[in-house]
């Protein structure tokens, strides 16, 4: 069964240094999504992505995370400086288009599990 | 935007009862609701949605049921096991290319053998 990959799986990383998540979608689906899941909470959506354009960004804090996903394949995030409450799990997940009424759902990866020290 | 809020926050049954876990939705316009359970140290896998065309579906030992008047679903689970034990989480999104899944906080569900 296809998955959607990420990586590292777990990262440490001292406050004001940079940091970078990477994720491959599985393939062909055009939506990619990176969400943030603060333990003990649900994921929060940080950035959408349609094939290689951001259709939605407002939760992403544009100072010091950007993402990318430049053929419109795999993305990357990065955080830099990183602060200590950026402690989190980042999940990549996608799907074909959304959540259409065809009928697509979203597919989370493992994550990347990020302390910042 | 999408508030969705989930009852209680942890659920402890004796393996081979049945859990029912609720939730809450505030925007009218969504029609796309699934359930995801969570392992630790994992990713959300999904393990069952319903739309708003349907009250309710099922899937084995798992069930959701829907009521838009009231705006809320909820997830049943039949004969429950040990390896049930997870954290669920509820969400709701708008459907679209461009629709955003909210989620609930989530709830620890704990099967005692």
């Known amino acids: 069964e296809a998955e959607v990959a990420q990586s590292p799986r777990y990262k440490i990383t001292e406050k004001s240094q940079a940091v970078a998540f990477w994720c491959d979608p599985i393939s062909g689906h055009a939506t990619l999504y990176w969400y943030r899941q603060i333990l003990g909470q649900g994921p929060e959506l940080l950035v959408q992505f349609q094939d290689e354009s951001v259709v939605d960004d407002s939760q992403l804090p544009k100072d010091r995370f950007s993402a990318e996903r430049l053929k419109g394949v795999d993305s990357t995030l990065k955080i830099q400086p990183a602060e200590l409450g950026d402690s989190a799990m980042y999940l990549c997940?996608?799907?074909?288009?959304?959540?259409?009424?065809?009928?697509?759902?979203?597919?989370f990866g493992e994550g990347s599990w990020l302390t910042v020290v | 935007g999408e508030n969705v809020e989930q009852h209680p926050s942890t659920l402890s049954v004796q393996e081979g009862d049945s859990a029912v876990i609720k939730c809450t939705y505030s925007?009218?316009?969504?029609?796309?609701f699934p359930w995801y359970k969570q392992e630790l140290g994992k990713g959300p896998q999904l393990i069952i949605d319903i739309r708003s065309n349907v009250g309710e579906k099922k899937d084995q030992r798992i069930a959701v049921t829907l009521n838009k008047t009231a705006k809320h679903f909820s997830l049943h689970i039949t004969e429950t096991q040990p390896e049930d034990s997870a954290v669920y989480f509820c969400a709701a999104s708008r459907t679209g290319a461009n629709s955003k899944l909210t989620f609930g906080k989530g709830i620890t569900l704990s099967v005692r053998p």
């Open positions: 997940a996608s799907s074909l288009a959304g959540t259409s009424a065809s009928g697509n759902t979203i597919y």
């Open positions: 925007d009218s316009a969504s029609n796309y």
